[in-house]
């Protein structure tokens, strides 16, 4: 079955890291663009950041910066590192397959950046 | 950057109703526009993509068209299941960007 989990979610202060990892099943990941799409409770979708088959990576003017993006081919598995974290950053994170459109996507992970 | 608006933002129809719903980019994006019906906690899942392609195990009845730089999103004969919120997204060039969303609600 082709799938993506996400997981690495939780509360972080203000100024903390996370690291965001996204396991890909049924496909590989390396053969693919792969995205982070986020979206902040009650609100829309916010594109992050992609990572090209090739490995060029690139991302939203509000994270710029602060995120990186990488991936694990031995482990089939995307990663989001996520430094410098602020209040709204909070949200809904997702992975997704990218191709003429985000045809697969994780169920998410939520990120609350709280003190 | 590219910008995208959606209008209406808000759209009360009923079961079996012609539903569209418009999607405008700030600048020339040739085809490159998907769209995504998201439900109440749920990932978005995907439409159609370059305009007017239907992904494949999504129902006929929905259809995209592109005219310059305006795409609509219609559902022909609206069903139950079909309340969502719609979103587009411009895939022509990074960053993506969305459309700030389209909830569709039962009158």
């Known amino acids: 079955e082709v799938q993506l989990v996400e997981s690495g979610g939780g509360l972080i202060q203000p100024g903390g890291s996370l690291r965001l990892s996204c396991v890909a099943s049924?496909?590989?990941?390396?053969?693919?663009?792969m995205s982070w799409v986020r979206q902040a409770p009650g609100k829309g979708l916010e594109w992050v950041s992609v990572?090209?088959?090739?490995?060029?990576?690139e991302y939203g003017d509000s994270v710029k910066g602060r995120f990186t993006i990488s991936r694990d081919t031995s482990k089939n598995t995307l990663y989001l590192q996520m430094d410098s974290l602020r209040a709204e950053d909070t949200a809904l994170y997702y992975c997704?397959?990218?191709?003429?459109?985000?045809?697969?996507w994780g169920q998410g992970t939520m990120v609350t950046v709280s003190s | 950057d590219i910008q995208l608006t959606q209008s209406p933002s808000f759209l009360s129809a009923s079961v079996g109703d012609r539903v569209t719903i418009t999607c405008r980019a700030s600048?020339?994006?040739?085809?490159?526009l998907a769209w995504y019906q998201q439900k109440p906690g749920k990932a978005p899942k995907l439409l159609i993509y370059?305009?007017?392609t239907l992904q494949g195990g999504v129902p006929s009845r929905f259809s995209g068209s592109a005219s310059g730089t305006e795409f609509t999103l219609t559902i022909s004969s609206l069903q139950p299941e079909d309340f969502a919120t719609y979103y587009c997204?411009?895939?022509?060039?990074?960053?993506?960007?969305f459309g700030p969303g389209t909830k569709l609600e039962s009158k």
């Open positions: 997704a397959r990218d191709r003429e459109g985000s045809d697969i």
């Open positions: 049924g496909f590989t990941v390396s053969r693919y663009y």
């Open positions: 990572i090209y088959r090739g490995g060029h990576t």
């Open positions: 600048q020339d994006i040739s085809v490159y």
């Open positions: 370059a305009a007017s």
């Open positions: 997204e411009q895939v022509n060039s990074y960053p993506h960007s």
